[in-house]
């Protein structure tokens, strides 16, 4: 089982290299993504996040945090963004990464991207709220952007320093309760 990784891990800021597409290792690499994403109650992952540089996101942003069997994750082996729309609205995003905050992050509130699944098939998802902002904070993580960089610069310092508020209050990952 992996571990999350936590800012300020070099990792994180580090571009992702693609998967091969195919890959059929990928698929165990995924399973593990889930597990600890649901164990801290996320509903989205980036491998950076769990120390491999790969263009990796496993999402499921319908679970309800409880039962099992509403478990229905989307495993994105390379994704891009293909287009955004709609007036750019601002909300609070946490991060498994960044435990013990969330931030507000401006973002458009639709997103269109392609995808490979664990198979090798060609997709593409589009969706706009949770799944929207979602998808864009997971392909950040690919692109070495972390939520600090996802945020406003004024918005930054006080996120850094709320973060290591948290940190020596012991805030673990699905911690999200100090908003800046």
């Known amino acids: 089982m992996f571990k999350i990784v936590e800012a300020p891990d070099p990792v994180l800021n580090t571009v992702c290299e693609p998967c091969d597409v195919g890959d059929k290792s990928l698929l165990r690499i995924a399973k593990n993504m889930a597990k600890l994403m649901y164990a801290n109650n996320g509903c989205g992952i980036a491998a950076p996040q769990v120390g491999i540089n790969k263009r990796l996101v496993v999402i499921d942003v319908d679970w309800d945090g409880e039962h099992a069997a509403t478990r229905n994750p989307i495993f994105l082996v390379n994704p891009e963004i293909v287009e955004l729309?709609?007036?750019?609205?601002?909300?609070?995003?946490?991060?498994?990464?960044?435990?013990?905050?969330?931030?507000?992050?401006?973002?458009?509130?639709?997103?269109?991207?392609?995808?490979?699944?664990?198979?090798?098939?060609?997709?593409?998802?589009?969706?706009?709220?949770?799944?929207?902002?979602?998808?864009?904070?997971?392909?950040?993580?690919?692109?070495?952007?972390?939520?600090?960089?996802?945020?406003?610069?004024?918005?930054?310092?006080?996120?850094?320093?709320?973060?290591?508020?948290?940190?020596?209050?012991?805030?673990?990952?699905?911690?999200?309760?100090?908003?800046?």
């Open 85 to 180: 729309a709609g007036e750019p609205v601002s909300d609070r995003e946490a991060c498994l990464s960044c435990p013990g905050i969330s931030v507000p992050v401006t973002r458009q509130p639709w997103a269109r991207v392609s995808y490979f699944d664990l198979d090798g098939e060609e997709w593409e998802i589009e969706g706009d709220e949770l799944l929207g902002r979602c998808l864009q904070h997971e392909i950040d993580h690919l692109s070495g952007r972390t939520l600090f960089e996802s945020c406003d610069a004024d918005v930054r310092i006080r996120a850094l320093q709320a973060y290591d508020q948290a940190r020596e209050l012991g805030a673990k990952p699905g911690d999200s309760s100090i908003e800046v």
